[in-house]
C-alpha cells in the first residue's frame, strides 16, 4: 500500500494565519492527491483534488500543490469556519489510502 | 443528490456486518461514477474500504477482502456492504461514498455515516 505521511498531526493559529499542510508519498503517485476537511460530528467534505483543482463551491483561499511525491495544502487566510481536520488522500493506486490528519486549532 | 447509510448499531464478535446505502436524488446507473465506503475507528483517521461501478465490478482494500463482498441493486438505487467475522477492531463510523474523477478516486459525495460497534 501507499504510504502517506501528513505532517504536522497538530497546529494552532489564528484567524488570517496562512496555513500550510503537508503529504509525502511513499511512491510517485503523479497527480492524485486529494484533501478533505472534517469537522466533528461530520463526515469528510472533498476540498481540492487531483493535487490543485477546487471542488465546486470550495473557497478560493483553499489551494493545493506538488514537488514530485511532495504535496502541500495551504489555506491563505484562516477563517473562523476553517477550524477542523484535514486529510490527504492518495488515489493513483488501489487501495486508495488516506494520510493521518492535521488538526487545525485556535491559538 | 443525498446518500443515507442504515443498519444495526450493534453486531456481536464473529457476526456479518451489514449496511446498505440508498441514493436518493441521482442514478447508481451514472457512468460517471463509482459507489464505495470508508471507516473511521473513533477518534482516529479514515480508511477505505472499497468500491464498485453499477455494472458490478469491485474493487476491495486487500486488509478486508476475504471478509468483504459489496453488491448493488440498481432497481432500488442502492449497494451494500456484508463483513463478516468482525471484531472490535471493526467498530467505526462507516460511510458510504460517491467516487469521481478519471481514476474514480476522489470522493466528492458522502453519507451523514452511522456508527456501528462491535461487542457482546
Known amino acids: 500500500d501507499i504510504q502517506m505521511t501528513q505532517s504536522p498531526p497538530s497546529l494552532s493559529a489564528s484567524v488570517g494565519d496562512r496555513v500550510t499542510i503537508t503529504c509525502q508519498a511513499s511512491?510517485?503517485?503523479?497527480?492524485?492527491v486529494n484533501w478533505y476537511q472534517q469537522k466533528p460530528g461530520q463526515a469528510p467534505k472533498l476540498l481540492v483534488y487531483?493535487?490543485?483543482n477546487l471542488e465546486t463551491g470550495v473557497p478560493s483561499r483553499f489551494s493545493g500543490s506538488r514537488s514530485g511525491t511532495d504535496f502541500t495544502f495551504t489555506i491563505s487566510s484562516l477563517q473562523p469556519e476553517d477550524f477542523a481536520t484535514y486529510y490527504c488522500?492518495?488515489?493513483?493506486?488501489?487501495?486508495?489510502?488516506f494520510g493521518p490528519g492535521t488538526k487545525v486549532e485556535s491559538k | 443528490l443525498q446518500l443515507q447509510e442504515s443498519g444495526p448499531g450493534l453486531v456481536k464478535p464473529s457476526e456479518t456486518l451489514s449496511l446498505t446505502c440508498v441514493v436518493s436524488g441521482g442514478s447508481l446507473g451514472n457512468t460517471n461514477y463509482y459507489w464505495g465506503w470508508i471507516r473511521q475507528p473513533p477518534g482516529k483517521g479514515l480508511e477505505w474500504i472499497g468500491n464498485m461501478f453499477y455494472t458490478g465490478g469491485t474493487n476491495y482494500n486487500p486488509s478486508l477482502r476475504s471478509r468483504l463482498t459489496m453488491s448493488l441493486d440498481t432497481s432500488k438505487n442502492q449497494f451494500s456492504l456484508k463483513l463478516t467475522s468482525v471484531t472490535a477492531a471493526d467498530t467505526g463510523v462507516y460511510y458510504c461514498?460517491?467516487?469521481?474523477?478519471?481514476?474514480?478516486?476522489?470522493?466528492?459525495?458522502w453519507g451523514q455515516g452511522t456508527l456501528v460497534s462491535v461487542s457482546s
Open positions: 487531483d493535487t490543485s
Open positions: 488522500q492518495q488515489s493513483d493506486d488501489l487501495p486508495f489510502t
Open positions: 461514498a460517491r467516487h469521481a474523477g478519471p481514476v474514480a478516486g476522489s470522493i466528492d459525495l
Open positions: 511512491q510517485d503517485i503523479r497527480k492524485y
